[in-house]
């Protein structure tokens, strides 16, 4: 589960992310290639965000195994006339761990607002499912000079629902959205000085949030990720595509270590 503001060190995360990918045999064959290299995440927190048809499978393949498994979204509502939707709790009944929470593509493609946010992390908090809260800007918002404004703005209504001993059990993920998808990835540089920012807003929140663990998400990959992973506040990543290629994956969790 997500690491507790009380330890004495940040866990470190590799989760990745399959968007709206993935079938049957393939999805067994990373599974299983996962499953049999577990040793490597001794040193670190490793799971996957499977789209809600192959959570069930996913289970199946993980069970006993190191490796947790988690979901894409979760509804901004507990339960009733929502046709569509899927609930935390129905979430929960397949054991996840983790639910992305408002990733970029969900704020952009679904009109999702901070305050829907704010209520799926709720939602996960209830059902004892760590919430992955997604911030990050676009390219104009960091161009004008606003980026830190745009993520603090999400990060704190992210949070505004929980009390301070419910907001220990988040994960954020900074996900420029500028570097989603199109190759383009921000410099070391640029992401610590982000992940140093967000985790002083959390420390701001309250002092038990210092070591919430600050995930980066932009275009990860295996050539990249030891010297993001090396930042002072990089605690792991988000991966999108590279977490579909089950060699780039496992050499992207190694280099947590």
């Known amino acids: 589960m997500a690491p507790q503001a009380g330890e004495s060190m940040r866990k470190k995360l590799a989760l990745g992310n399959w968007k709206m990918n993935g079938e049957t045999e393939a999805n067994a064959r990373l599974l299983n290639v996962l499953r049999d290299n577990e040793?490597?995440?001794?040193?670190?927190?490793?799971?996957?965000?499977?789209?809600?048809?192959?959570?069930?499978?996913?289970?199946?393949?993980?069970?006993?195994?190191?490796?947790?498994?988690?979901?894409?979204?979760?509804?901004?509502?507990?339960?009733?006339?929502?046709?569509?939707?899927?609930?935390?709790?129905?979430?929960?009944?397949?054991?996840?761990?983790?639910?992305?929470?408002?990733?970029?593509?969900?704020?952009?493609?679904?009109?999702?607002?901070?305050v829907i946010v704010a209520s799926k992390v709720l939602r996960c908090i209830e059902s004892n499912i760590t919430p992955v809260?997604?911030?990050?800007?676009?390219?104009?918002?960091?161009?004008?000079?606003?980026?830190?404004?745009?993520?603090?703005?999400q990060l704190s209504v992210?949070?505004?629902?929980?009390?301070?001993?419910?907001?220990?059990?988040?994960?954020?993920?900074?996900?420029p959205v500028w570097a989603i998808g199109t190759g383009r990835s921000a410099s070391p540089d640029q992401v610590q000085a982000t992940h140093s920012f967000l985790r002083q807003a959390l420390a701001a929140r309250?002092?038990?949030?210092?070591?919430?663990?600050?995930?980066?998400?932009?275009?990860?990959?295996?050539?990249?990720?030891?010297?993001?992973?090396?930042?002072?506040?990089?605690?792991?990543g988000l991966i999108g595509s590279a977490s579909l290629d089950a060699r780039q994956f496992i050499d992207i969790i190694d280099a947590l270590r």
Not at 162 to 174: E, F, G
Not at 207 to 234: C, M, R, W
Request: hydrophobic share 35%.
């Open 158 to 175: 992210a949070l505004s629902k929980l009390s301070d001993d419910q907001a220990q059990n988040v994960v954020v993920a900074y996900e």
């Open 206 to 236: 309250s002092e038990t949030l210092k070591n919430v663990a600050i995930l980066y998400g932009g275009s990860v990959k295996a050539t990249s990720a030891s010297e993001l992973f090396h930042q002072p506040d990089v605690d792991g």
């Open 39 to 114: 040793p490597i995440s001794d040193d670190a927190i490793v799971g996957v965000c499977v789209p809600y048809l192959y959570v069930g499978h996913t289970r199946d393949a993980l069970r006993g195994s190191c490796v947790k498994w988690g979901v894409q979204d979760v509804s901004a509502q507990s339960e009733g006339a929502y046709t569509g939707e899927i609930s935390a709790r129905m979430a929960s009944d397949f054991d996840v761990s983790f639910a992305l929470v408002g990733h970029s593509e969900r704020r952009t493609y679904h009109g999702e607002s901070d």
């Open 133 to 153: 809260i997604c911030v990050g800007e676009t390219l104009v918002e960091r161009e004008s000079g606003n980026a830190n404004t745009v993520i603090g703005q």
